[in-house]
């Protein structure tokens, strides 16, 4: 994976650190307990150790964070970047992420419309995108990926094979690219996973996969 470093390295300055000591003007630091932004306001950091971060609709903040919960940013808010370990990231319709959105052990939704600047990546859990955008690519390692009718991806995908401590899932992973939806770069695989495209789907070149063409809506 190419940058969960970072997510870690928040795990253990989270737990290990008072983080209202290091707390910047505008933000916002709770420790058992969501953390919340209001719809239409301005913030700062948002981030949370074991409780959910909360972005109001039309919200603006910087970077929202959280061990042990949930992060949702509203309807057309917007982020620099989003970071969850043992949470899902719930991204609403129209809402904006210029860099990147990383989740352990959680799944990662992307509402109708939702655009990332940055890559969307996680270890465990769904990925899933509504006629949404993201410029950096997937990444996973035991997920499901679901590229809903519309959406767009630049940058490819990857699934990576599990090693270290991720080494706990047998299940291949299911890749579906709906109707009309865009993903360009390489769709790489490094462990076996079924791989569904859309007959009007346009995909880069595939490594590691045969794809299964389908007709429809849905598989």
Do not use: C
Request: charged share 15%; glycine share 16%; proline share 3%.
């Amino acid at each position: 994976m190419r940058r969960l470093s970072t997510v870690f390295m928040f795990t253990a300055l989270a737990l290990g650190l008072p983080l209202l000591a290091t707390a910047k003007d505008g933000d916002i630091d709770k420790i058992n307990g969501a953390a919340r932004v209001a719809a239409g306001q301005h913030a700062g950091d948002v981030n949370s150790v074991n409780g959910a971060v909360y972005i109001g609709a039309g919200a603006t903040v910087e970077e929202a964070s959280t061990v042990n919960g949930a992060v949702e940013l509203g309807d057309g808010a917007q982020a620099k970047e989003l970071e969850t370990v043992n949470g899902s990231i719930q991204l609403g319709s129209n809402s904006r992420v210029s860099g990147d959105v990383e989740a352990v052990n959680g799944s990662i939704t992307l509402g109708h419309g939702a655009d990332v600047g940055g890559h969307v990546e996680n270890v465990n859990g769904a990925i899933s995108l509504d006629a949404a955008h993201v410029a950096g690519g997937l990444e996973t390692v035991a997920g499901d990926i679901t590229i809903g009718a519309g959406s767009q991806v630049e940058g490819g995908i990857v699934v990576d094979k599990p090693h270290g401590w991720f080494n706990n899932s047998s299940r291949n992973p299911v890749v579906v690219i709906g109707p009309h939806a865009v993903v360009q770069g390489t769709l790489e695989f490094r462990r076996e996973v079924t791989l569904k495209v859309s007959d009007s789907a346009q995909i880069g070149p595939v490594k590691g996969a045969t794809v299964v063409k389908f007709s429809g809506d849905k598989p």
